[in-house]
């Protein structure tokens, strides 16, 4: 195994670790948080070289581990989160590359590729299973979740040729019950409800991530490059959306949530080393109960 993540100081260095979260309270004061989130104060590590490219998260329930996906690298990544490692979970499991999310759903793993197609990787098989969605154009994914109302998953088009000159983005939704594409749209988001909500008519909304929240139910969706946090219904209907701050997400590419709710956002090496930030969540009166 190798070592993965490092924390922002040297671990003697404790008080001067808490200092530096202090001045990025200070300096961070214009950008607000989600209610039971506290958005400048990230917990942050250091990923490795091997996962530069990070284009995608998925929390394993039970293990204390994320899965990792990075865009141009044919293999699985586990982060144990206890031990701070890296690992190898499954190699050369597909030869295209271009992987932008991961999603495990019991033992199997599915990987989005980003002209939509889902790539299934069964827990201990020798080989692949291959989905594409027929929707026709030039598209270009980076969002995939599952949704349990729905007993699937749901891919959010970054850039659709259907979505041109509509104002929207379109989800599409893959069934795990008989393995199809359903023929119709999940659902759709106005990106002018994300300006409106965001209050800036300059917002770029091209989805990058989403997961569910496993407390409020809520679906959070990160733009990474107009650098938004949206949190949406789970029919896409808007309702807050939040900016993050450059410094620390110049290109959130991974979203990912613990049964606690603590949040995890990866960050591709934009310009120096890729980031693992950890968000820890405080329950609120208001939390509503979340609909699996």
Known sequence: MRKLLQTQCPAVSFGLLWVLVLCTACSDASYSSPRGYELHKPVQRELGKSLNEISGLFFVPGEDALLAISDSKRTIFRIDLRTQKLSDKVKNFYEQADFEDIVQ?????????SN???VEVPQGADSVNVYNANIGGKNDFETLYYEPQAKGLVMLCKSCEADKGNGIRTAYLFSLEDRQFATEPYYS?????VKKTARNDDADFKPSAAAIHPLDGRLYILASAGQLLVIADRRGNVEEVYRLNPDDHPQ????????NGAMYISNEGKYGAATLKMYSYKKTVRMRAAKN
């Open 189 to 193: 988001i106005s990106s002018e409800q």
């Open 252 to 259: 959130a590419e991974g979203i990912a949530f613990a049964p």
């Open 105 to 113: 759903v019991g033992s199997t793993i599915y990987v989005l590729v």
């Open 116 to 118: 939509g197609s889902i």
